[in-house]
């Protein structure tokens, strides 16, 4: 029998006093246990082992937030979704697969992963979803991020996977079998995109329609883009996590909180429901891609993380005035000064970096020029991060953004030791674009590492001692060096796009 389950705390609570008896509805099919053959209470019935870890992970979600909403005043708490929120978000908890014997199947679990990220991404690039339902969906279809074919492309396994990324980890798929890279578990990314939405948050279009206003600078929020989820197993169930739109929209976007245009009422309407709205789609997407599919799982919502239950809080991760960190460092190179470029030409630099970062696609993945990588940080300090791009071409967003996702197998390692569940927080993205004031500067944008593991990894590192918060802080320097050393010697010795000598200036176009 397929089925999908919906467990909350109080539902889950209620099934394990009644020994997992219970009662279905239209939207939950539960597998009833007859009332004369209910356990005693000296033999308990046994969760499987994915349900155990919902149960778990529920009952410290509800401590994590009532410890968030310590002192927290009325008029300080998130004006939006429940109050709370995390930056990243469980969606769905699948079963692993087992053996003949009832035994964890490692290899035919991962091959499981696999699967369902082909099922998830296959839905999100053939279905037109504000079409097939259209109470869910008001913004614009969504698309498999590094796609833009129309909706009639049926695509399959083959065409999909050229569009996910997967993130290595230091874990094993089978933890029975020696360390190798073809035994290494990679994160499953599928990364996907709303024009509508996309547009409103990067200024290229009103929030708030005729009687609201852009988002002011919008263009320089484009490496928050796009929306990431991820499928992975560890030993009790696959999960598919997602980074949270609501994190998205308020940590990488604190300074339109307090910006003019919030006094307009049609745009602060619209820019408080619109991480809501974001994430409920993308929750919709996700369990109408694997209940079409007919898989079985069960359908969640648990905060993962770091949780924001404060305005203030939020606030204060980008306060620079009171160690806050800004989310996006922004750099400007000036050609001769004769060229007008456009988006067409900072495509053709994002893909030049790409290829001075390498890719799969040319054979020399994660091995710079000589020259390059003689300068980087990391290899100067003898680590050997083997930097590489994870798609082969520039991903396209609204506004003539062009986004690089910059990878280290090295450090992504390191990161996710942390906990997998933070993988949406990686690849360190970096976008390419033409000043939107003088046309004659490409500006480049890259997240910050230092904020990202700030906001974004501060649970993990709270579990950390004070060396190893000092190592990562080290992986942190590193990354930032090694990524600005990468754009600036492309800029100056392999973009053909204009003549750049590698001279730029950072500028602030958003103040923190």
């Known amino acids: 029998m397929k089925y999908s389950k919906t467990l909350g705390s109080v539902a889950l609570s209620a099934l394990l006093v009644l020994g997992m008896a219970g009662c279905s509805d239209n939207d939950t099919t539960v597998i009833e246990t007859p009332v004369a053959e209910a356990p005693t209470p000296e033999a308990p019935i046994e969760l499987s082992s994915d349900l155990a870890a919902i149960a778990e992970l529920e009952a410290a979600e509800v401590a994590a937030i009532s410890a968030s909403l310590v002192g927290v005043t009325e008029e300080d708490k998130i004006p939006f979704g429940d109050g709370s929120f995390s930056a990243f978000e469980r969606v769905a908890v699948f079963p692993t697969v087992k053996d003949a014997d009832g035994n964890l199947d490692h290899a035919a679990t991962y091959a ?205 991760t980008t306060d620079t005035s009171n160690d806050g960190k800004e989310p996006y460092r922004h750099y400007s190179y000036t050609s001769d000064g004769t060229k007008e470029f456009t988006s067409t030409d900072a495509k053709a630099i994002a893909a030049t970096l790409i290829s001075v970062m390498t890719s799969d696609e040319e054979g020399t993945v994660g091995s710079q020029e000589t020259a390059l990588k003689s300068i980087l940080p990391s290899e100067m300090a003898g680590v050997h991060p083997a930097w590489r791009s994870g798609r082969l071409e520039p991903l396209k967003v609204p506004g003539g953004s062009w986004i690089v996702e910059a990878c280290s197998p090295t450090y992504a390692k390191e990161a996710l030791t942390t906990g997998e569940y933070h993988t949406p927080a990686l690849p360190c993205e970096i976008a390419v674009f033409v000043n939107p004031d003088d046309n004659k500067t490409i500006d480049i944008s890259i997240l910050n590492p230092e904020f990202m593991f700030g906001a974004l990894f501060a649970d993990g590192m709270e579990k950390m001692t004070v060396d190893e918060i000092a190592g990562f802080n080290t992986i942190i320097d590193n990354i930032n060096g090694d990524l600005k050393t990468i754009v600036d010697y492309a800029m100056e010795n392999n973009v053909t796009t204009g003549s750049f000598d590698g001279t730029n200036m950072k500028i602030t176009p958003v103040i923190y």
């Open 112 to 316: 499981k992963v696999a699967e369902l990220a082909n099922t998830f991404a296959k839905h999100v690039a053939n279905i037109d979803e504000p079409t097939s339902d259209p109470e869910t969906f008001k913004g614009a279809n969504w698309i498999l991020g590094g796609t833009e074919l129309p909706v009639t492309n049926n695509l399959g396994d083959a065409d999909v996977m050229h569009h996910m990324l997967g993130i290595p980890t230091k874990l094993p798929i089978d933890p029975n079998v020696p360390m190798s890279p073809a035994n290494t578990k990679k994160v499953k990314v599928v990364e996907v995109c709303n024009s509508k939405y996309a547009a409103k948050a990067l200024g290229v279009i009103n929030v708030g329609g005729d009687e609201g206003a852009k988002v002011a600078a919008g263009i320089y929020h484009t490496t928050a883009l796009p929306c990431e989820v991820i499928i992975y197993n560890d030993e009790d169930a696959i999960f598919v996590d997602m980074l949270n739109p609501e994190t998205i929209f308020t940590l990488f976007f604190t300074e339109v909180f307090t910006a003019d245009e919030m006094n307009i009422p049609a745009f602060k309407a619209d820019m408080m429901a619109l991480p809501t709205q974001v994430k409920n789609e993308i929750f919709a997407m996700i369990y109408n891609a694997f209940d079409t599919a007919g898989e079985t799982y069960t359908k969640t919502s648990i905060k993962m993380g770091t949780i924001y239950s404060a305005m203030s809080k939020v606030e204060a």
